[in-house]
C-alpha cells in the first residue's frame, strides 16, 4: 500500500482518538473555496492594472492565474490520493523526496505561509470592521508602540486587539471538534460566495458604465500608466532593464511575472484540503475532487470579479483606487458612499470564513511533523474531539505573536513609522512558496520512478504535459521574480533554509525514540 507509515513516524498509542472523518466532497469543497477567497480579490486589482498597463493584462493575468492554479490542483490529486493522511503537501515531500525537504515546507508554513497570512487575513477583518465601527482604528493604542531595537517594535492597538481576539474564537472553535470546524466553514462560504457573486452581478449588469465598457474595451490592448518595474538589487542594474509593460515582448513578460505576485497569492491556499485528508470521509477520491472543484469556482468568480471591475470602472480609476480597494470604488460608483459600507460587510464576512478555513488545516501540519518527532511532542496528539488542539494552540500563539510585533522605521526627519512585521515575512516566502509547488508537482514523476506499482486511484489530469506546463510556467515566474524582486526573493529562500538546522535538531531528538521502537 502506498500510505504507510513513514519510518520516522512515531508509533501511536493504542488509547490514543483518532480523526473523526466527517468532512464529504461539499465540505471539502467549502474548505477550498473558503480559504482561498479573502480579501484579495477586492484589493488586488489596482496593483495587477498598474504593473499591467491595460484592461487586457488585467484580466490576462487573472486568466494565466486561474490556468496555473487549476493545473497545479488537477496535479496534486494523484498525490492526495496516494497518500490520503494529515498533512498534505508535507507528507507530499517528504515521500517524494526526504524527510528534510518535508520538514522544510512545514517549517516555513508554520513560520511564515500559514500563520502570516492568517495575520494579514485577521488585520484585514478589523481594518474593515473599523469602517463599521470607527473606534476600531489602529491608531488608537491600548500599548504604544515599545522599541525593541532599531528595526522592530512591539504594539497593542484597538484594531490588533479585535485580530488577537478573532485569532482566540476562531482557534478555541476548531479545539471542539472538525464537524463545528466545518458548520462554520460552510455556513460562511455560502454567504461570502454568494456576496462575492452579488458584486459581479451588480458590477455587469446594474453599475455597467457605458463610458467605462467603451474606454477599457475599445483600448483593451492598449498600455497606459504602466508601472516602472526596476531590477530588485543594485547589482543587477548594469545589465538587467528597468522596464514597463509597453517595452516590448519581454516588457509584457516582465509585467506579468511580478504581477502574479498579487494575483497568485489571492488564488492560494487551495491545496488545505490536503492537509485534512484523514478528515475526509472518502480521501482518495474526495480531496482530489475538492481541489479541483474548489479551484476553478474560485477562478472563474475571480475573473468575473476583475470584468465586473472594468464594466463598473475606467482602468484610471482602477489603477488609482483608494488605498487599492476596487470593489470598494465600483460600490461606491453604483451606491454612493454606502457602497463602502456594503463592501466593508462583505469583506468581514470573507475574511471571518477563509481565516476558520486556514486555521482549522494549517495546524494538521504541525501534528503530522510532531507524528514523524520533528516538532514538540504535544502537538502530536488528538484530543477528546479528535482535533489537534495542542497544534491549533501552538499555531494561535504563533500568529498573536505576529499580530503584535511591528517593524520600524525612521525617515531622515526623524519620524518614525511603523509597519507589520508579517506583511514582510509575507512577501519574502512568495518565491518560496512557487519553489514548494514546484517541487511537489515534480514529485509526481519522482514517484512515479520510485513506486511505480503504488494504487494512484486518481492520475494527474493531462500527465505529463499538464505538470509539465506548469513547472516550467512556474520556473519563469521565479526567475522574473529573481532579477525584479531580488530584495524580497532572496530572504525568502534563508527563512527556508534556515530551517535546516532545526530539522537536524529535531531528527537528533527522535533518534533515541525511533531506536527504541
Known amino acids: 500500500m502506498a500510505d504507510t507509515t513513514h519510518p520516522l513516524s512515531a508509533t501511536s498509542t ?60 488537477l496535479s496534486y490529486g494523484e498525490l492526495a490520493a496516494l497518500f490520503p493522511r494529515a498533512g498534505g503537501q508535507y507528507i507530499y515531500l517528504r515521500e517524494a523526496y526526504s524527510p528534510l525537504w518535508g520538514f522544510l515546507y512545514g517549517w516555513t508554513l508554520f513560520l511564515v505561509i500559514q500563520t502570516g497570512t492568517i495575520a494579514a487575513v ?22 504604544s508602540p515599545i522599541a525593541l531595537s532599531s528595526k522592530f517594535a512591539i504594539s ?63 483600448h483593451f490592448w492598449e498600455v497606459r500608466n504602466a508601472q516602472l518595474i526596476e531590477p530588485g538589487a543594485n547589482f543587477l542594474r548594469s545589465f538587467v532593464p528597468s522596464i514597463t509593460a509597453a517595452s516590448g515582448a519581454f516588457g509584457v513578460f516582465v509585467a506579468f511575472g511580478v504581477a502574479q505576485v498579487g494575483s497568485l497569492f489571492s488564488a492560494d491556499a ?15 477520491r474526495d480531496v482530489a475532487l475538492s481541489m479541483a472543484l474548489g479551484t476553478m469556482i474560485v477562478i472563474t468568480l475571480y475573473c468575473l470579479a476583475n470584468l465586473a471591475y472594468l464594466f463598473t470602472l475606467p482602468l484610471v480609476q482602477i489603477q488609482t483606487a483608494p488605498d487599492d ?36 488545516a494549517g495546524a494538521r501540519v504541525s501534528y503530522a511533523m510532531a507524528k514523524d518527532g520533528l516538532f514538540f511532542k504535544t ?32 525617515d531622515a526627519a526623524g519620524a518614525v513609522t511603523y509597519g507589520n512585521v508579517y506583511n514582510d515575512l509575507l512577501d519574502y516566502v512568495v518565491f518560496s512558496v512557487l519553489l514548494f509547488y514546484v517541487l511537489t508537482i515534480a514529485g509526481i514523476f519522482v514517484l512515479r520512478t520510485k513506486r ?50 532545526v530539522y537536524w535538531f529535531w531528527s537528533r531528538r527522535a533518534a533515541p525514540v525511533r531506536n527504541a521502537e
Do not use: H
Not at 488528538?382 to 494552540?393: I, S
Not at 494504487?455 to 520556473?475: D, K, N, Q, T, W
Open 325 to 360: 480597494r476596487v470593489a470598494s470604488a465600483a460600490l461606491n460608483a453604483i451606491f454612493g458612499p454606502p457602497g463602502a459600507m456594503i463592501m466593508a460587510a462583505a469583506i468581514i464576512i470573507s475574511t471571518f470564513g477563509c481565516n476558520n478555513g486556514l486555521i482549522l
Open 379 to 410: 502537538t502530536g496528539k488528538l484530543n477528546n474531539k479528535g482535533v489537534p488542539a495542542t497544534a491549533l494552540y501552538f499555531q494561535g500563539l504563533w500568529i498573536i505573536v505576529l499580530l503584535l510585533l511591528r517593524t520600524r522605521r525612521v
Open 14 to 73: 493504542k488509547n490514543e482518538p483518532g480523526f473523526v472523518r466527517a468532512l464529504g466532497l461539499f465540505d471539502g469543497t467549502m474548505i477550498v473555496v473558503g480559504s482561498m477567497i479573502g480579501s484579495g480579490i477586492y484589493i488586488v486589482a489596482a496593483d495587477i492594472s498598474r504593473q499591467t498597463g491595460s484592461p487586457a493584462g488585467l484580466l490576462l493575468t487573472w486568466i494565466f492565474t486561474g490556468l496555473l492554479t487549476i493545473s497545479a490542483a
Open 452 to 501: 511505480p506499482d503504488a494504487e494512484r486511484p486518481y492520475r494527474a489530469f493531462g500527465y505529463p504535459f499538464v505538470p509539465l506546463l506548469y513547472i516550467v510556467a512556474a520556473l519563469a515566474i521565479m526567475f522574473v521574480l529573481l532579477l525584479y524582486r531580488t530584495q524580497t526573493a532572496w530572504p525568502g529562500l534563508v527563512i527556508v533554509f534556515l530551517g535546516v538546522p
Open 122 to 143: 485577521a488585520v484585514g477583518f478589523a481594518r474593515y470592521l473599523g469602517v463599521l465601527l470607527p473606534s476600531i482604528s489602529r491608531q488608537t493604542w491600548i500599548v
Open 156 to 218: 497593542l492597538s484597538v484594531q490588533q486587539l479585535v485580530a488577537v481576539l478573532m485569532i482566540i474564537f476562531l482557534t478555541f472553535l476548531n479545539t471542539l471538534g472538525v464537524r463545528l470546524g466545518k458548520l462554520i466553514q460552510n455556513i460562511f462560504t455560502s454567504v461570502k460566495t454568494l456576496s462575492l457573486i452579488g458584486l459581479i452581478f451588480l458590477g455587469i449588469f446594474v453599475g455597467r458604465n457605458a463610458g467605462a465598457i467603451t474606454e477599457n474595451f475599445s
Open 270 to 284: 487551495w491545496n488545505n484540503i490536503g492537509f485534512t485528508a484523514a478528515e475526509v470521509k472518502n480521501p482518495k
